[in-house]
């Protein structure tokens, strides 16, 4: 190990992200490479696809974050000549399905709609930016309660989250109140409906720019800022395995698609925050198999809906005058159709469930021109209720050794299945989930469930636990069992059951692993607060 220690990172998610600026913060000297599958989407490495104000342009950046469902861009994402896709049906744009159907397919019929993102910045290139706090026994209960706020309020500094974010929005205040009168005697205090905090910055007119993993990043990706002389990111390099001995790291084989040459980098840590398929995927090529991994699959299953907002009932908590100013405001910035974004939030045993409520002017479907409900005049909610699924051994990727995907990596088969207490909770949610449509108007799209792996949230694969029981991958730090410099980042570390949106989380964890990694390498550690987002030593 040298004074100047080497850091790589696999992935360039939010995760992945948050691993490189909080070490390159807590540590003076350290180096960060990090190294990413997919190609660079935008000039500033990260951004939200949903800042492209170029429909054109925001089309092929989503295209080509579709690994092997990019279409006629797949061979110059160095994904091999001849990869067929037959997927049934294709996955939300800018990911693509895991199970696509041709050769070199995963194999996930009992979770058909798990997907992924392959590009810089990640599916958090792509993302809904919305980031509840974990509350109840979502959170993980060996990290105590002072320090997981901190680690908290630190994720929602590097993400830039707003807790109020339309909040001055009259026809969202409607929304809320109506389901304030369904639901509220029900909810206990803190815990009614509320607007859901999203991770971008307001802008004046009223509109929000997205965050990605470009505000994550933050000075490491500003030329002028001296601590990104530090940090280096590589597009289009797929990780292929990580290089060990004994207990330690040492580095990783990366094949850097555009010229088709594999080499092996020195490295004194190494981060894989691939996520929760992909994470496992290189653990096990590698020959790092902990008993848990890829077990312990999670997501939380979705019921959604759409509802045509009804006149009279709003008419009773806002005004013909606050919904034109509401559409004036929103035609400010066509490109990007979401406004008013509200929720209920998980809270034991009153409402085990999560529900995200999002306001637009159009649903997300054509409505023919005759139906009774087209052109409503107060617009559309689009909503949907997460519930849990409890981590248990028997969900999970079964790799294998004989067969590979489509890039050469080893080949898996997703195991999944509902449990009766689970049915049984989704059965409760989408009760509600009609109560609170018939609150606010006439449902245009009854509440359906989703097919397995719809929520985009893969959880539990790569899990923390508080002692190696062989129940967990990795240790309340993030760093994988029986290694003193292998960490893993990303969804996969939750070992819990959740019903909200991960990544906050997500980047919570990382923090503390970024924190206990940056103190094991060599050198000294920063002088100034190591708490990313504030005034640091290193200039931010
Ligand atoms: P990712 O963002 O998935 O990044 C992992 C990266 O690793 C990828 O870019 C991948 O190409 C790369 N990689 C994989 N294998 C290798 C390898 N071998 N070598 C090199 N690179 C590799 N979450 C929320 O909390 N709120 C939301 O509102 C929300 N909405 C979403 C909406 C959509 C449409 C999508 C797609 C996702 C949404 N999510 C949401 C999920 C959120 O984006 C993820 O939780 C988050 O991006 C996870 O971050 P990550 O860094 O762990 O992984």
Redesign the pocket.
């Known amino acids: 190990m040298t004074a100047s220690p080497t850091v790589a990172i ?9 691993y490189a600026r909080v070490i390159l913060e807590s540590h003076p000297t350290a180096r960060v490479v990090m ?4 190609p660079q989407l935008t000039e500033k490495p990260g951004e939200s696809v949903r800042n492209i104000a170029d429909p054109a342009e925001k089309a092929r950046a989503r295209e080509v ?1 579709q ?1 092997p469902q990019s279409g006629e861009h797949r061979e110059t994402l160095g994904i091999p000549e001849g990869t067929v896709v037959e997927g049934m049906f294709t ?5 693509h399905l895991l199970d696509f159907g041709g050769s070199g397919s995963a194999h996930a019929p009992q979770f058909p709609a798990a ?18 706090r974990p509350t109840g026994s979502e959170r993980v209960d060996f990290i105590d309660d002072a320090e997981w706020s901190r680690l908290i309020d630190d994720a929602e500094r590097l993400l830039h989250v707003q807790s109020a974010a339309f909040a001055d929005s009259a026809v969202g205040a409607a929304i809320r109140s109506l389901l304030a009168e369904e639901f509220a005697s029900e909810l206990p205090e803190g815990f009614g409906p509320s607007t859901l905090p ?2 971008g910055d307001p802008q004046p007119d009223g509109t929000v720019r997205w965050a990605g ?1 470009d505000v994550v990043l933050g000075p490491l990706v500003e030329a002028s800022s001296p601590i990104s002389e530090r940090f280096t990111l590589r597009d289009l ?4 395995s990580i290089a060990h001995e004994g207990s330690r790291a040492t580095g990783v084989v ?1 094949e850097d698609l555009r010229t088709r040459e594999t080499e092996t980098l020195h490295a004194d840590l190494v981060v ?5 398929f ?2 496992p ?2 653990l096990w ?1 590698s020959g790092v198999r902990p008993a848990a991994l890829g077990r312990y699959l999670t997501e939380h299953p979705v019921v959604i809906s759409t509802v045509a907002l009804d006149a009279e009932r709003m008419r009773r908590f806002s005004t013909d005058d606050d919904l034109a100013g509401e559409l004036a405001r929103r035609a400010a910035n066509p490109v990007d159709p979401v406004a008013a974004v509200n929720r209920i939030p998980f809270s034991e045993p009153y409402h085990p469930f999560s529900l ?1 409520v999002m306001y637009a002017e159009q649903p997300p479907f054509p409505l023919s021109a005759d139906h009774p409900r087209a052109g409503n005049a107060w617009g559309y909610v689009n909503m949907g209720y997460g519930m849990r699924k409890r981590p248990r051994v028997e969900d999970g990727i079964v790799f294998s050794d004989s067969e590979l995907d489509y ?1 050469g ?1 080893p080949n898996f088969t997703i195991e999944y299945a509902l449990t009766p207490e689970e049915e049984a909770e989704i059965a409760d949610g989408t009760a509600h989930l009609r109560r609170a449509g018939e609150a606010l108007g006439e449902f245009i799209a009854d509440p359906r469930l989703m097919p397995a792996g719809s929520s ?2 893969y959880q539990g694969t790569t899990r923390l636990g508080s002692t190696d029981d062989g129940t967990s991958v990795a240790d309340p730090h993030s760093r994988v069992w029986g290694f003193d410099n292998l960490y893993v ?4 570390t939750i070992p819990t059951a959740t019903t ?8 919570a964890i ?1 923090v503390r692993g970024a924190r206990d990694a940056a103190a094991r390498l060599p050198g000294d550690r920063a002088s100034g607060p190591s708490r990313p987002g504030e005034e640091a030593a290193t200039g931010v």
Request: proline share 4%; glycine share 16%.
């Open positions: 696999v992935g360039s998610g939010p995760v992945g992200s948050a190294f990413e599958a997919g974050s690994g996955a939300r744009e800018g990911t997907a992924a993102s392959t590009n810089v910045g990640g599916m958090g290139a792509h993302w809904t930016c919305a980031t509840p999203v991770a993993a390099s797929l990780v292929r990366v894989v925050a691939a996520d929760a992909r994470t995927q290189l090529a995200q890039r990596m985009l949230h980042g990303g969804n996969g909200m949106n991960p990544t906050l989380m997500s980047v990382a």
